[in-house]
């Protein structure tokens, strides 16, 4: 995207470097990386940023409206409303596609959103271990809203994810969080903040209030940074445990369950912009569907890491939804190659990472993430047989 800074890049580029840049991460965190790291990172160029940031500020205008709430009360799934939610989501994440306009310009495409956690420490992490591996100019940034150094990043987090409590009375909540493909997030965010990763089943119950056990100590639990998905409790039906997901106990969650369902693919139909391809409800369609499927992505809503998502639409797959008020037909969008490679061009996502702290009107744009794909899915997943592909960073040109 950035012609002069990929061609340096590039030239610098070995395969020993990279061998390199990936073993420090393993030394690092011994066993906990289980994804696969791009060889390089994204350099965007200031048009693209300021679209970017546009963007999503024209989401963030309808998510911090007044009536949001009211709009996707039906988001929450029956039998899945957690007690005590708060006024706002504590963190949003916004995907896009990097695509071209019809006059050859590169522009983002809205692919997603999620009122919930990326992996905010890993990705910090591996930018700066970019910048000590590679060649990366000073003058290029990966943060925003004030902070400019890891430091002040973490600052900053750690303002939402901790707040005044003493970090072993917070906690990171996962199913089984060793077995998790982005554990490696989990390690670094104790290192950051002293917040552990412990498992739902370990939670235990006493009254409305919520503790864990470590080297035969009680440790009670007063605020839950939240990674856990109502999805994966699906895949263990058979669980027994003193705390249930739904339960009104005395904990500050950060962020709250609720807001994972709220801003999510539910709300892709509410927004109206020129960076969001046609997007509707199923049920909206009232049998009456578009006769170029082929042109669509047929989604549920409550789904994850794109299970479930059909790309190759069929008449068929439609008739077959008995439950059309909880998918949505997508216009698809067609990623343009834009990361040159060593041996090609390679397509682009790039996901926008927001805090939104307690007393903010708004949420505050923090740092972003990127994937990079030859596959016809972009999660890392979908391209486990090529190179220059998988998690990356990027680094964005200054105006």
């Not at 790309?311 to 990623?335: C, F, G, M, S």
Request: hydrophobic residues 40%.
């Amino acid at each position: 995207m950035l012609s002069s800074i990929r061609q340096s890049y590039n030239d610098a580029f070995s395969d020993e470097k990279y061998e390199a840049f990936i073993n420090s991460i393993h030394a690092d965190w011994p066993g906990q990386l289980d994804f696969r790291v791009a060889e390089t990172p994204v350099f965007i160029p200031k048009d693209l940023k300021h679209k970017l940031i546009e963007a999503c500020e024209s989401f963030v205008d309808v998510i911090a409206g007044q009536f949001f709430k009211q709009k996707t009360q039906a988001a929450i799934p029956a039998g899945q409303h957690v007690p005590n939610e708060n006024a706002h989501t504590s963190f949003l994440a916004i995907d896009f596609a990097i695509c071209k306009d019809d006059d050859g310009i590169l522009t983002p495409q809205l692919i997603e959103l999620q009122g919930f956690p990326s992996i905010f420490g890993f990705q910090s992490y591996v930018t700066e271990q970019f910048r000590k591996f590679f060649p990366i100019p000073d003058s290029f940034g990966n943060y925003f809203s004030g902070a400019t150094t890891q430091a002040d990043y973490i600052a900053k987090l750690k303002e939402v994810i901790v707040g005044n409590e003493n970090p072993e009375n917070v906690i990171l909540l996962e199913i089984y969080p060793e077995q998790q493909k982005t554990r490696v997030d989990f390690a670094v965010t104790e290192a950051f903040f002293g917040v552990k990763a412990v498992c739902y089943t370990k939670i235990k119950k006493e009254g409305r209030q919520l503790y864990y056990e470590q080297d035969g100590r009680r440790i009670d639990i007063k605020r839950i940074y939240n990674r856990l998905i109502f999805d994966d409790l699906g895949n263990f039906p058979d669980l027994q445990t003193e705390f249930n997901f739904t339960d009104d106990v005395d904990v500050t969650w950060v962020g709250h369950p609720n807001w994972f369902f709220r801003i999510s693919k539910y709300t892709l139909p509410f927004l109206n912009s020129p960076y969001v391809p046609e997007t509707r409800f199923v049920s909206e369609y009232n049998g009456d569907f578009p006769t170029d499927l082929e042109n669509y992505v047929l989604k549920p809503l409550f789904s994850f890491a794109g299970s479930g998502v059909k790309i190759h639409v069929e008449a068929k797959d439609l008739a077959e939804i008995t439950d059309p008020e909880n998918w949505i037909l997508q216009r698809k969008v067609k990623y343009e190659p834009v990361v040159q490679a060593l041996d090609g061009l390679v397509k682009c996502e790039i996901r926008m990472l927001f805090i939104w702290p307690e007393n903010a009107t708004r949420p505050q744009l923090l740092t972003s993430l990127s994937r990079l794909s030859r596959g016809e899915m972009i999660g890392v997943r979908f391209n486990k047989d090529f190179t220059w592909v998988g998690g990356s960073t990027c680094f964005y040109e200054p105006d």
